[in-house]
């Protein structure tokens, strides 16, 4: 079983930043991509950004292209998203998700970003 495990939500005023951990549990792991979601207050859950596990190859939604930067840790099982130039829109609860080619097998609890305007 795999646990992930979100932290570094928070407040912070629009251009601000903030930067979120994703720590993973587990006997084995090795997926093959990890990635960030967010759902807004009444939105459904959207994509943010993923990478591939041990090649690095990364996507971003084209929302937060130029102000996210998603990296990773592979010693500490961990992945990261820098949140830059937040915006009011930005608001979600960002969650951390481990999983396979057209699978997203593991989800975090959640970590709550809200930024002031």
Do not use: H
């Not at 951990?21 to 093959?32: I, K």
């Not at 998603?70 to 937040?86: E, F």
């Not at 396979?100 to 609890?109: E, H, M, P, T």
């Amino acid at each position: 079983q795999v646990q992930l495990v979100e932290s570094g939500g928070g407040l912070v005023q629009a251009g601000g930043s903030l930067r979120l951990s994703c720590a993973a549990s587990g006997r084995t792991f090795s997926p093959y991509f990890m990635g960030w979601f967010r759902r807004a207050p009444g939105k459904e859950r959207e994509f943010v950004a993923r990478i591939v596990w041990t090649a690095g190859t990364i996507i971003y939604a084209d929302s937060v292209k130029g102000r996210f930067t998603i990296s990773k840790d592979n010693a500490k099982n961990t992945v990261y998203l820098a949140l830059n130039s937040l915006k009011a829109e930005d608001t979600a609860v960002y969650y951390c998700a481990a999983g396979r080619l057209g699978s997203w097998d593991y989800w975090g609890q959640g970590t709550q970003v809200t930024v002031s305007s």
